[in-house]
């Protein structure tokens, strides 16, 4: 039930299986570890050694056979804390080799979700205002519900300004978006909706593809990514435009 969980954790495949097997079953022998967890025996004394180091199980000690006994889960959130608190010591070094190497112009693609978290990374490193031309409300796609509260907390902390010309749909159903990113939005007439996007901050411009209202693709998700201040710039004066001609309240 948990395993996948420890397991996005850190924790070895082999390790989260034999943590959820001692917190269910209690103390128990390595024998009666392998045949209740199915983890292979000579497997089970490596990563019940493991578990012992990261302080998540504990050796008994008995004449016949030691025994071992999980550590109380709240031992988790200690070593989250401790990974984190470990990162966060090298993480200006590591911004700071990151931008020494970074180039001024540039192409490239990010993909999945995993790649639209990296672009909302972008936002908030660059810190500067963010412009989107066919907005979708896709910030609030379900596989970011945690991801995207932290972002738009880091983003105001930053204060980073938005300015959004949202497809008609994001008004016609309401969406929720409206209420996280302050008051500098607008409507697309209804007709000329599109499952793409533009986004523009700082030198970047993100051409975003098979997105819709409130999400974006499962899997067939791209974002072409322009490193180009001149370009930026441009698509800034386009945005403006646009956004000057286009009513608070466009009717259909």
Request: charged letters at 25%.
């Amino acid at each position: 039930m948990y395993t996948h969980i420890f397991q996005q954790l850190g924790l070895p495949k082999n390790e989260a299986i034999i943590y959820e097997t001692l917190l269910k079953e209690g103390e128990l022998s390595v024998g009666s570890i392998a045949l209740k967890s199915k983890v292979h025996r000579r497997n089970v004394y490596d990563s019940i050694a493991r578990l012992v180091e990261k302080g998540l199980a504990f050796e008994i000690i008995q004449s016949k056979e030691n025994r071992y006994q999980a550590v109380e889960p709240n031992k988790l959130m200690e070593l989250v804390q401790e990974k984190q608190t470990l990162l966060e010591s090298v993480m200006p070094g590591l911004e700071n080799l990151y931008r020494s190497k970074s180039t001024e112009q540039g192409v490239f693609i990010y993909r999945g979700i995993e790649g639209w978290k990296n672009y909302m990374r972008d936002i908030l490193r660059i810190k500067e205002d963010f412009y989107c031309i066919g907005a979708k409300g896709a910030w609030m796609d379900h596989r970011l519900q945690h991801f995207f509260p932290k972002f738009i907390k880091e983003a105001n902390k930053a204060k980073i300004n938005y300015f959004h010309l949202f497809d008609y749909e994001i008004k016609s159903s309401s969406h929720e978006i409206t209420k996280h990113i302050g008051k500098n939005f607008k409507f697309l007439p209804k007709g000329y909706s599109t499952p793409n996007a533009i986004d523009i901050f700082g030198s970047h411009v993100n051409i975003l593809s098979n997105i819709h209202v409130g999400g974006i693709h499962e899997t067939d998700f791209s974002m072409t990514v322009i490193v180009n201040q001149q370009i930026a710039d441009a698509f800034r004066v386009w945005f403006r435009f646009m956004y000057d001609f286009c009513p608070k309240d466009s009717k259909t």
